[in-house]
Nanobody, 121 residues
Framework: QVRLVESGGGLVQAGGSLRLSCGASGRTFSYTMGWFRQPPGQEREFVAAIRMDIGSPYYTDSVKVRFTISRDNAKNTVYLQMNSLKPEDTAVYYC???????????????WGRGTQVTVSS
């Protein structure tokens, strides 16, 4: 069993930065940890993911040069550094865990409750 808790969301102006954290309990070393987001009225979408064992991060194209995913195995925590934020980044951001690398929502077995990120223009 893996439990995930996100933190770090908030309100920021366009061009600003936020760092999201995802604290995990349970054994996650063999998992892929992903960040997803759900904009208002839209479906949940993949943002970024990283393997807890080997790293190897990957991103959706719209955030590739602005966001950085990283992990701290000693703290069992995954981070999402978000720079140059845009109003279209406004969403609830979720952390999730899956066994094996994947971008599909349905592939992730464990989810946090989410943290709101609002970017004002």
């Amino acid at each position: 069993q893996v439990r995930l808790v996100e933190s770090g969301g908030g309100l920021v102006q366009a061009g600003g930065s936020l760092r999201l954290s995802c604290g995990a309990s349970g054994r996650t070393f063999s998992y892929t940890m992903g960040w997803f987001r759900q904009p208002p009225g839209q479906e949940r979408e993949f943002v970024a993911a990283i393997r807890m064992d080997i790293g190897s991060p990957y991103y959706t194209d719209s955030v590739k040069v602005r966001f950085t995913i990283s992990r701290d195995n000693a703290k069992n925590t995954v981070y999402l550094q978000m720079n140059s934020l845009k109003p279209e980044d406004t969403a609830v951001y979720y952390c999730a865990a899956a066994y094996g690398s994947n971008r599909r929502v349905s592939a992730y077995d464990y989810w946090g409750r989410g943290t709101q990120v609002t970017v004002s223009s």
